[in-house]
């Protein structure tokens, strides 16, 4: 039935019963549900796939990026490679990559997002052929060059640098830059990022970026910045002002000079300044049930 039944209703049944049947009816069935080309769009079945089988990976690595090699649902086929990421399974992952064709631009995807944020990565013995071979065809070196930055390679790292310094470069080119070298908090990038505040094409990403270091002079450039940006900048500035505690301080000295009002921080920041500040910042805050629950910008 999973691999012939044309109806929805049956596959989605089946779906919801992966969780409940035993583990070596699980992959067989698992396989077929994956490769049914015709649910890749539907809402429901394939997040009801992945909830039942997202377990396996600790049963079985290899079978389980198989699956990925068999998937005809996008969605699997990233969320499998961005668990092998989460399990630290790097060079498993990458071998998949390697020896198969089918799917390759989606685990690339998949295993490029589950790298993004982490700084504790290494690139496994397997990678650097991989890379050399992904590099070759235009669909893929962009994803080449992503991981390889991700891992900390300073080829790549001095690209995303050279890019953002180059006038020639264009704003999406710019943007990927600026998001690699956060993902990876190189602390060159902190330098550029106080001019990037004032170029309106990439001032967002400048601003979300910054939640990537705890540095005072970044914290003060964007407190400057903050009465002339847009309303959605602002929100963002908020965002990252309340994310590490030297910019959380700063953000607490300009509510208590009345430069930033109070009813402007709505309560999940006024929460999570509080997280970042201490008891210090409820001593001059209040009780945080207090705070209004919509921002007033």
Not at 85 to 91: E, F, H, M, S, Y
Not at 160 to 189: G, V, Y
Not at 191 to 218: H, M, S, T, Y
């Amino acid at each position: 039935m999973s691999e012939t039944d044309p109806s929805p209703i049956v596959r989605l049944y089946l779906a919801s019963a992966l969780q409940r049947v035993p583990e070596d009816w699980k992959w067989e069935l698992a396989a077929q549900l994956v490769s049914r080309k015709e649910d890749q769009n539907d809402h429901n079945i394939p997040k009801l796939i992945w909830f039942g089988i997202s377990d396996l990976f600790e049963k079985n690595e290899k079978k389980f990026l198989e699956l990925a090699r068999q998937s005809e649902i996008p969605l699997l086929t990233k969320h499998i490679a961005r668990r092998a990421v989460d399990r630290d399974a790097l060079k498993q992952l990458v071998g998949a990559i390697t020896s198969s064709s089918l799917n390759q631009t989606l685990l690339l995807e998949g295993m490029v997002n589950g790298m993004e944020g982490r700084t504790d990565l290494v690139a496994p013995d397997n990678w650097k052929s991989l890379e050399s071979q992904l590099k070759k065809n235009l669909t893929t070196k962009g994803f080449a060059e992503d991981i390889a930055a991700l891992f900390g390679d300073a080829e790549a790292t001095q690209k995303a640098l050279t890019n953002l310094k180059s006038k020639r470069s264009k704003i999406p080119e710019k943007i990927k830059s600026i998001q690699l070298l956060a993902a990876r908090q190189k602390r060159e990038l902190v330098p550029i990022l106080l001019g990037l505040f004032e170029d309106k094409n990439l001032q967002e990403e400048a601003i979300k970026a910054a939640a990537a270091f705890n540095n005072e002079q970044v914290g003060k450039a964007l407190i400057a910045l903050y009465p002339q940006a847009s309303p959605e900048n602002k929100v963002n500035i908020l965002q990252t002002l309340s994310s590490r505690p030297s910019y959380g301080n700063l953000l607490l000295d300009e509510i208590k000079a009345g430069n930033i009002l109070k009813k402007e921080i709505p309560v999940t920041l006024a929460r999570q300044l509080h997280r970042v500040i201490g008891s210090g910042f409820v001593e001059f805050w209040g009780p945080i049930e207090h705070v209004p629950n919509v921002g007033s910008l």
